[in-house]
């Protein structure tokens, strides 16, 4: 029997939910809303088989729906979520899923209380590139990972109720602390709102970890180039995600610094190893194809997904902490 999906937002991203879940195997697509006509044209054109309505509530009321895609403004995920838990939903809420860690606190109780499949949309930690440096970590070739950075810049669009830290951020978060597979100690940000008063434009966050790894994320929508980038430095090779390449999105390059065994002056100590860059093939499935399809296999095999309410509360927990960070002048916040 196919899991019945409605997706509630067809705008600038929801429209792709609409696309992607018409596609996914053991799903049908039974309703779209969105209050805007032209959205429900476009969402109409890509599933002429669903039923398209103004009122999301109406998606809650409907027996014929199983599950609801939140695809809406971030500052409604929270109180939308609930509604449709309470509905008896299983909810699929896009990134980040709430503003507030008090209310993703809720929510995540919420879920757990009504036994729903509940999935945050925290699209890059389904990136094939993601699950190959998962594999990397996992069987050694990285080594010990020592500290990590990544970068989010465009001269992008502006957004006015949710700032850089919050509407690139939940990216990178959900990456670094889905590969460590910890809770940083620490966090501190700074950033600055050049363009719009309250609302910053670029922010620097910086986490440390218990076991001394830490990581350093920028991010902006006022920038004079799109990057897209992540890189990984080991204790054995170091590695480089590169999401804006069309083809060469993974590099790993065999160096670092080497201790012989033995050595008889300091300056021997430490030798400096260049070796080779390989470049692996990796399938590139789209991210949001393969994260919708998941949802759906949860749903169907009464599993939990890999970014469910307790992975989506963590990215919260640290991107709150980043905005108290920022509100306080970069004072560090610690979370352990």
């Given at each position: 029997m196919s899991v019945r999906i409605a997706v509630a937002g067809a705008g600038y991203w929801g429209i792709n939910h609409v696309r992607a879940f018409a596609a996914v195997p053991g799903a049908e697509l039974v309703a779209v809303a969105d209050p805007d006509a032209g959205a429900r044209a476009r969402a109409h054109k890509l599933a002429p088989g669903a039923r398209v309505v103004s009122a999301i509530e109406a998606l809650y009321e409907d027996p014929n729906v199983d599950a609801v895609v939140l695809a809406t403004p971030a500052r409604d995920h929270a109180a939308q979520a609930l509604a449709a838990l309470a509905a008896g939903k299983h909810v699929f809420v896009e990134k980040p899923m709430a503003l507030r860690l008090d209310d993703a606190v809720l929510v995540t109780e919420a879920a757990r209380a009504r036994g729903r499949c509940y999935m945050v949309g925290h699209l890059m930690v389904y990136h094939p590139v993601v699950t190959q440096l998962r594999r990397l970590i996992a069987d050694g070739t990285i080594g010990e990972i020592h500290y990590l950075y990544a970068s989010r810049v465009n001269l992008g669009r502006l957004r006015r109720d949710e700032n850089a830290l919050w509407s690139f951020g939940p990216h990178d978060v959900s990456i670094i602390l889905d590969l460590l597979g910890q809770r940083p100690s620490q966090v501190s940000a700074h950033g600055h709102a050049y363009l719009q008063a309250g609302v910053e434009d670029v922010v620097f966050v910086h986490m440390d970890f218990p076991d001394g790894k830490m990581a350093h994320v920028q991010l902006s929508w006022l920038d004079p180039r799109k990057e897209r980038r992540l890189t990984i430095v080991g204790s054995r090779r170091m590695v480089e995600f590169d999401d804006v390449h069309s083809t060469e999105k993974l590099r790993i390059?065999?160096?670092?610094?080497?201790?012989?065994?033995?050595?008889?002056?300091?300056?021997?100590?430490?030798?400096?190893?260049?070796?080779?860059?390989?470049i692996p093939r990796v399938d590139l499935t789209e991210p949001l194809g393969l994260e919708c399809r998941h949802f759906v296999e949860c749903i169907a095999e009464g599993r939990a997904p890999r970014s469910g309410a307790a992975e989506g509360l963590e990215v919260v927990r640290v991107l709150a902490a980043a905005q108290e960070s920022l509100e306080r002048g970069g004072a560090t916040i610690a979370l352990l």
């Open positions: 390059y065999d160096k670092g610094y080497d201790r012989p065994p033995t050595f008889t002056q300091f300056g021997e100590y430490l030798t400096v190893r260049h070796g080779d860059v390989h």
